[in-house]
């Protein structure tokens, strides 16, 4: 299955460490219990263990769960430590964390101002 985030609703990352070792239920657990979230709404949620390396994604596509997994080879993600929070993401935010940056830009480019030359 290749997802396509574009058509999924809400995009989570749960911030700081999560157990990799977790399946499906102790994944969708966390998002219920420790969050008080609804593991059913169309959502992805993305959880990262100790090695800022690899990532696991939970997903319920209507019928089942979809649990992803990936390993990334040559780079690290920069994913949030310093709370126990689930944070919603943007379409970019996630592109940019997938790429190892940030998601927290300091900066941007501001829109231009009309004026006279």
Known sequence: MLLDYSKVDKLFIVCGRSDLRKGIDGLARIIQHDYDMNVYENAVFLFCGTRADRFKLLYWDGDGFFLGYKRIENGRLKWPRKKEEVRE????QIRWLLDGIS?????SIQPGKKGVF
């Open 103 to 107: 998601i927290d830009q300091k900066h």
């Open 89 to 92: 993401l943007t379409l970019q």
